[in-house]
């Protein structure tokens, strides 16, 4: 673990002066290789899901597990739109002159040396791998045992990028061991390697992080995502933004797990949104408004507004108005993203500013919250904290910064 | 300590949303309190000064500790001053359109609650109350057990100048007791109410807090610094800068540790660098070249370029050139401020670039890592975190962001 963390500094080091070029090489090489290597992928991917299925595994982490030709192509494309953004590094963020005649500027730099631990998903290994690159970091990428062999083949294919390049192969890195002890010597006993760590998986995974973690972490924790329907809102579009907010997918961070109706909007819109919901299959649980509107919304219990199903089940709840709204999300909500769907611009702005979550929306969808949606490119995951990074996590939000300061003999007075 | 937590929790709702009109006025009658309680603040302070005597603490602490009537009219006048800056909270960083027609705004916003943890100055209760109300941040103000008296009758007038502009009196708040269990508290015990740890001390405190903390820390280790005289640096201008980057005050974390002087230089720079020095009454620890050139240099070990003196003593060392000089500083250094001097642009711009550190100057002295001196009005600490936020830590700094989206009833395909 210790020979990762040295490589991985020295890479750091070469990749920090990498230019633009030399980088997106590595990337459109990688992704040359994945498309190359795609037989040994499924391959190594059946290998996978032959000891999940001999584990027992279910069939949603089946299923996040399994490549197959379109995800593998996807996964090399990922790769060539990662190489086709602009590079962070070097950027001017800030410059100004004082009055006696320094000029400052604020300079984008790396963060140095990232740690990514996540789960099932293989393709993790390509995003990651990638987002990292392209921001000038190094990294050391600790998969799930559940994709241990399909990790190791497209990590593979990064190597054999970086080397095309004539990068250090040590700039992508991986713990060659799904031993439970490399975790805890990522996260406790590296600090002079490390200078993030991301994790990127289930809640267990993450508050195991933010526990055991010596050195700074991008983490989310739970989308516990809400949708205000306001008394003046428009019924067809609330219509429409609820069941893509809550059905598009449920298993993402940024499906809506409550909705908040607004009481001036009950007599209206509430019966015809439970029956959107009813019909579309999602299980609704509701106050006793939303009971008396629909004969098939179960009862909700004080448990239901705090929980994120991330599965077809909808809290639904009447509330006296947007202040109401913006209450019932401070105290539930995981200040993640909500949205408030209304035609009075008042209550919109007075909903935006008011709401303290990462991400908040005026008429569209919950499922927004990503970082290919907001034009980032691709992103590492969706961060609940409100330190260094928040929102989805692109390239730029693994950058720091430094300052550059020109003078002409300046000596400080006093 | 919970009581100070819940209260701080509901004093930063308040305060985010806070205007800059209400924060300034609250600043300014906080100064006003100051002033007028000047002969209370004297009395509190010759309290703990006595306590200091009795305990025998060393002539620098008690330095640290006095307060006469410049320095409190220089709080007094500090308040005043971040009251004039820039409202950081409610601004637009960044604003873009999707093609589906999505208008996204990245907003400044406060973190929330953030803990400071300090030592002996008992201004640092007035300054870094005042950057955290300016910022829409509620903090828990922790002062060492030295300025105990001091502090509390500080924290007095801050208190009555937000309950002057109707603001609450738990925007700032104070750990009303010495128990060093309070501490492990504010860092471990807390993570449900406090965002973020600034510690602003010894490097003791600040290795403390980074090993015990469980929230986000700012923190600033070793402001090893360097000042690198190239072959072509105008001798009257390296002279003045060493000069004012080792002694102008020796005691802050910008002063310079080490002077690296250009082998292409050490016939005609290196005598009158050291001969300056030396005369100034800095003592000199030099390697086998300073040596030869004046008598007066001590030798230098291994040990001596990785000491932050914090006094005035000064390593010096010959190098074959501007590469080694970045490889010295690489090996080195803290990564807090390191200075080039040289006529040559080209010269300048390598190290500018190559050495990696918080802030980086060519012809300016390393006591301009400040952040007054950089036109941040005022700072919180000098960050050597890559994390958040690096170099000085001000106003701006001690903000998060959020994401505003405005659409016409986007949903998200597929």
């Not at 990651?128 to 392209?134: D, H, M």
């Not at 809102?233 to 298993?251: C, P, Q, S």
């Not at 004080?302 to 999300?329: C, F, K, M, N, S």
Request: proline share 4%; with cysteine.
């Amino acid at each position: 673990m210790l020979q990762l963390g040295v490589a991985a500094l020295a890479a750091a080091e070469v990749l920090a002066a990498a230019s633009r070029e030399l980088k997106d090489a590595a990337l459109i090489a990688a992704a040359a290789a994945i498309r190359a290597a795609a037989p040994r992928l499924l391959e190594a991917n059946a290998q996978d899901l032959q000891t999940a299925r001999a584990r027992g595994l279910s069939g949603a982490l089946l299923e996040r597990l399994l490549l197959d030709s379109t995800r593998i192509e996807s996964m090399a494309r990922g790769l060539e739109q990662v190489a086709a953004l602009e590079d962070p590094i070097g950027t001017v963020t800030a410059e100004w002159t004082q009055p006696n005649g320094l000029r400052f500027q604020r300079v984008r730099v790396p963060l140095g040396v990232i740690a990514i631990i996540y789960e099932s998903r293989p393709n993790v290994t390509a995003d990651a791998g990638a987002l990292c690159l392209k921001s000038g970091n190094a990294v050391i990428l600790r998969p799930g045992s559940e994709s241990f062999h399909s990790s190791a083949a497209i990590h593979a294919c990064l190597e054999a990028g970086l080397v095309a390049a004539g990068l250090p192969a040590a700039c992508i890195q991986r713990v060659p061991t799904t031993d439970r002890e490399a975790v805890r010597y990522l996260l406790a006993g590296m600090t002079d390697y490390i200078d993030v760590v991301v994790p990127r998986g289930g809640k267990g995974l993450i508050e195991r992080v933010q526990r055991e973690a010596r050195v700074p972490v991008i983490g989310h924790l739970d989308g516990n995502c809400h949708v205000y329907v306001d008394r003046e809102a428009d019924l067809a579009m609330a219509r429409e933004i609820v069941l893509n907010a809550k059905l598009r997918r449920t298993g993402i961070c940024g499906a809506a797990e409550t909705l908040l109706v607004d009481e001036g909007a009950a007599a209206t819109h509430l019966a015809p949104l439970l029956r959107a919901l009813l019909d579309a299959g999602c299980e609704v649980r509701g106050d006793a408004a939303a009971q008396a509107a629909d004969p098939r919304v179960l009862p909700a219990t004080e448990q239901d507004w705090l929980t994120e199903y991330l599965d077809a089940i909808i809290a639904v709840r009447v509330v006296p108005g947007v202040e109401a709204a913006i209450a019932h999300i401070a105290r539930y909500g995981s200040a993640h993203t909500e949205s408030i769907v209304t035609e009075n611009a008042v209550t919109a702005e007075r909903f935006l500013n008011a709401v303290d979550s990462a991400i908040v929306l005026h008429n569209a969808s919950t499922q927004f919250a990503d970082g290919g949606e907001f034009g980032m490119g691709a992103e590492i995951g969706i961060s609940t904290d409100r330190f260094h990074a928040r929102g989805p996590v692109g390239v730029e939000q693994l950058t720091s910064y430094k300052y550059v300061v020109r003078g002409t003999g300046q000596v400080r007075p006093g």
